[in-house]
């Protein structure tokens, strides 16, 4: 079992959602946190900032050191790094969480879309693990965390209409199978994380994605994250597991009732095929609101919106 008191943590995407959440379990639990975000003000389109974060931390005795990171930008993942270890000494724990969404397919997917998400979901965890590994090599612990899926074959059928997203969430999980087997006997683990159901983030607010009764909340997320780091190292390394399998594994939890969005309403697990309705629901929605603000960019869409 992971005694969390003398352990750093750094968490991508702490600013908001699940980042942030995770970031105040980690404080909760001794570890000093260094949440590393790119918004550092409050009021802007989406709620929540890095400076945020570490206040709420340190007003509960937590310990947070917080940093610009644009994720995209690897002289700010190597700053984090060099950061953490210039203040703290150590690194011991790195979660991957900062993510990008982007569900159109490759005819409506310019270039700058599809650096965003690869640049977000599969080149930073890769280059943040390339920085933080010869430290938890030292000391001959670490877990890091990658927020992706399964690999499965069934999933080969179901990635038209969003290549570029899941190919970057897809590249994460074979990042941490990876990892596994290069870290193997060195005490750190690489696993990856990701829920059964749609989580009611503000991704899945802001994209369409689903109804509040399709939701779980985050805290499933964070609760299976946490279960994931109790564990050795040693002992549990290069898995792609679904949180609620976490939960029964690890803590005994089969009801799942407490993170329900809305409280009488069971959310349906989610498969790949349904996943495929979801995202072209989004997808038309996306359109409506491109159709309303703009009409003549109808001449711009793929031809199969």
């Given at each position: 079992m992971t005694e969390f008191g003398d352990r750093v943590a750094i968490v991508t995407g702490g600013s908001r959602g699940i980042g942030k959440a995770l970031s105040l379990a980690l404080a909760s639990r001794g570890t000093a946190v260094v949440v590393a975000a790119k918004t550092m003000e409050s009021g802007g389109r989406l709620p929540g900032s890095v400076?945020?974060?570490v206040r709420e931390i340190e007003a509960r005795g937590g310990r947070?050191?917080?940093l610009r990171c644009?994720?995209?930008s690897e002289a700010d993942l190597k700053n984090v790094v060099d950061r953490t270890l210039e203040r703290f000494g150590r690194v011991d724990i790195l979660i991957n969480n900062a993510g990008a969404m982007w569900i159109q397919p490759v005819e409506g997917t310019p270039q700058k879309r599809f650096d965003l998400v690869t640049s977000i979901n599969w080149r930073a965890p890769f280059?943040?693990?390339h920085h933080c590994i010869p430290e938890m090599r030292r000391r001959k612990w670490g877990h890091i965390v990658n927020m992706s899926?399964?690999?499965e074959l069934a999933?080969?059928?179901h990635v038209g209409g969003k290549v570029a997203y899941m190919a970057s969430k897809l590249n994460a999980t074979l990042l941490t199978f990876g990892l596994a087997r290069e870290l193997a006997g060195d005490g750190i683990a690489c696993n990856s994380i990701w829920p059964r159901t749609l989580i009611g983030t503000l991704a899945a607010q802001n994209l369409g994605?689903?109804?509040?009764?399709d939701w779980r909340t985050e805290d499933i997320v964070v609760d299976a994250t946490m279960a994931v780091l109790e564990q050795d190292p040693a002992s549990l390394s290069g898995n792609a597991l679904f949180d609620d399998d976490i939960l029964a594994r690890f803590k005994g939890i089969e009801?799942?009732?407490r993170y329900r969005a809305v409280p009488d309403r069971e959310p349906t697990p989610m498969t790949w095929e349904r996943w495929d309705r979801v995202t072209e629901q989004a997808r038309e929605k996306y359109f409506a609101a491109m159709m309303a603000a703009d009409p003549s960019s109808a001449s711009n869409l793929p031809k199969d919106a």
């Open positions: 400076p945020d974060t947070a050191l917080g644009d994720v995209r280059l943040l693990a899926p399964p690999l999933v080969l059928e994605l689903g109804d509040p009764e009801d799942l009732s």
